[in-house]
């Protein structure tokens, strides 16, 4: 069979600025949640793991670029880390900040590797979260003001731009479980940041809209939900988990509302919002950045907040975080975009698995069979997805370099390039060779 990939397919992988680059603080930056919170020993579960030094990729950058070009990457998605580049947050820009990131995009293409810079990777400038952080109405104009200090900069050499990553990750981790930074606990917070993370991504799409050139789009991460049985009960819940995680954020973002479940679940902690702020959140993309992981088989709960609960399945294949293995998710979900809000351009932004690597290389090799097929399968079911109509025009790779997995530290590695913490050493494993063969292929030898 033929590959369904086609020839300009952008085969690449993924990082963010604070699990890979260490040095926080250097050449003048500013203090960011993330760095706060990892620092925290009543917060972060992997308690002393923090980003302080994490891949040291700030001073490595030619060498991961280097790597990169080895493994024949055509595309490389990383974050900016905002108080690198505006250590208040606001106002004074920091000029060696943002050379950094200049210097990185200018290697990134003098070695045919596309940059898709994502402004927004979980890094809240500590400033702005003395502020109120993302429950503060200004975020919106805050982030806009730092988008265009990076679009005057750097667009043209950047031709696909992220607003966010990951909006409700930010939310429920940061703002309603206090599992991720800032670590709050509050059901009343966390719709209101949701909101605002989505009017600062409206707001930044319009500022690019101003002087950009080329795309800008948003990433999600969302999982196909389906329901334990078939009772009214069970459909019920998980109509509410899909509005919950997929729908709150590509709702407004693409139609301009919210799924009405969202009220009905949040109760007297969901606000009535002003009508002209989803005319702020619904502006034209380009494209849509889908990150799936795994899928969830929810049961009707009353104990939890969506009154639907999970059903674990026993006898699946789980990663070392506990996620299912399940390619046809990813198949299912990126069609399930396509029916819902129409044939938008999309590229997997994220996909990738946390299994157990031997700790050293073994012969100068680091075998990761588990990965491997994990990439196989669900590449697989991203060709599917095009087979079947999607616009599927990229698939980036998480994560390019085992790194700092937020609050777990560093126990679980996703990198295709193993990294001794010690020494900071590289090694790809099996799994970037066979993806590098992927690439070369063209997605042709995944049989």
């Known amino acids: 069979m033929t590959s369904p990939f086609p020839d300009d397919f952008l085969w690449g992988a993924a990082t963010a600025a604070y699990q890979i680059e260490g040095s926080p603080l250097a050449d003048g930056a500013g203090a960011s949640i993330w760095q706060r919170f990892s620092h925290d020993p009543r917060l972060m579960a992997a308690k002393g793991d923090t980003g302080d030094v994490a891949c040291d990729h700030y001073n490595r950058w030619k060498e991961d670029v280097a790597l990169m070009k080895r493994l024949g990457l055509q595309a490389y998605r990383f974050s900016v880390a905002w108080g690198r580049v505006l250590p208040e947050g606001t106002g004074r820009v920091n000029q060696a900040g943002l050379d950094f990131y200049e210097r990185l995009v200018d290697e990134l293409l003098a070695n045919d590797i596309e940059p898709l810079l994502t402004l927004y990777h979980w890094d809240l400038p500590a400033a702005l979260d003395d502020k109120g ?183 699946a294949s789980h990663t070392t975080t506990g996620w299912e293995v399940f390619p046809q998710g990813l198949t299912d979900m990126l069609v399930w975009v396509k029916e819902s809000y129409g044939d938008i351009p999309l590229y997997v932004t994220e996909n990738g698995a946390a299994f157990y690597d031997p700790p050293q290389p073994i012969d100068g090799r680091i075998d990761d069979p588990l990965r491997v097929d994990y990439l196989k399968t669900h590449i697989a079911a991203v060709g599917e997805a095009i087979r079947r109509g999607v616009d599927v025009r990229g698939y980036m790779l998480w994560s390019l370099l085992d790194n700092l997995e937020w609050s777990l530290g560093y126990s679980k590695r996703f990198g295709m390039v193993h990294v001794d913490f010690e020494t900071l050493a590289r090694t790809p494993k099996a799994s970037a060779h066979f993806y590098s063969d992927v690439i070369a292929s063209g997605g042709a030898n995944l049989d």
Do not use: C
């Open 133 to 315: 952080g993302w429950l503060n109405r200004d975020s919106a104009d805050w982030f806009a003001d730092y988008g265009r200090v990076l679009f005057d900069r750097l667009d043209g050499r950047v031709k696909k731009w992220v607003t966010l990553n990951e909006p409700w990750v930010v939310t429920d981790g940061g703002y309603l479980h206090g599992a991720l930074a800032p670590g709050h606990r509050n059901m009343f917070e966390a719709p209101i940041a949701s909101h605002n993370l989505m009017r600062a991504h409206g707001a930044a799409v319009k500022a690019y809209r101003e002087t950009g050139a080329h795309e800008i789009g948003l990433v999600v991460n969302i999982e196909p939900k389906y329901a334990a049985t078939d009772s009214p009960a069970d459909q019920a819940a998980r109509a509410r988990a899909e509005a919950y995680m997929n729908r709150q954020y590509l709702d407004p973002a693409m139609l301009g509302r919210y799924p009405p479940e969202l009220a009905e679940m949040f109760g007297e902690a969901w606000p009535d919002w002003p009508a002209e702020d989803f005319a702020l959140i619904r502006q034209r993309l380009d494209f849509l950045g889908v990150n799936y992981y795994t899928r969830n088989v929810t049961r009707a709960d009353d104990s939890f907040l969506l009154r639907a609960g999970p059903v674990e399945q026993k006898h």
